[in-house]
């Protein structure tokens, strides 16, 4: 059973920086296409990046395109989110995610989730 522990998330000022990190269990890690979503309090649940197996490709939502970063780290069965220029709209419980193929598709649900990291940014 894989499972994906996220961590980084916490209390930020506006126009402030956080990297969140999610580190994946098994060793099939380097086979799937990553993401990160996010749930704003009252709001549904939005993508916010994904990339493929082996980041040649990356995709973010419009919101936060030129602000946040997706990596990963395959050695490490790791994937980041580098959270730049953070606004108060920002604020939400920041969901790691494993796709179900090697190429991130916008369209199909991930089959894995994390618990979860708050980030609060204040303004």
């Known amino acids: 059973q894989v499972q994906l522990v996220e961590s980084g998330g916490g209390l930020v000022q506006a126009g402030g920086s956080l990297r969140l990190s999610c580190a994946a269990s098994?060793?099939?890690?380097?086979?799937?296409?990553m993401g990160w979503f996010r749930q704003a309090p009252g709001k549904e649940r939005e993508f916010v990046a994904g990339m493929s197996w082996r980041g040649g490709n990356t995709y973010y939502a419009d919101s936060v395109k030129g602000r946040f970063t997706i990596s990963r780290d395959n050695a490490k069965n790791t994937v980041y989110l580098q959270m730049n220029s953070l606004k108060p709209e920002d604020t939400a419980v920041y969901y790691c995610?494993?796709?179900?193929?090697?190429?991130?598709?916008?369209?199909?649900?991930?089959?894995?989730w994390g618990q979860g990291t708050l980030v609060t940014v204040s303004s």
């Open positions: 098994g060793r099939t890690f380097s086979n799937y296409a």
């Open positions: 995610a494993r796709a179900k193929a090697r190429r991130w598709d916008p369209v199909e649900a991930p089959g894995v």
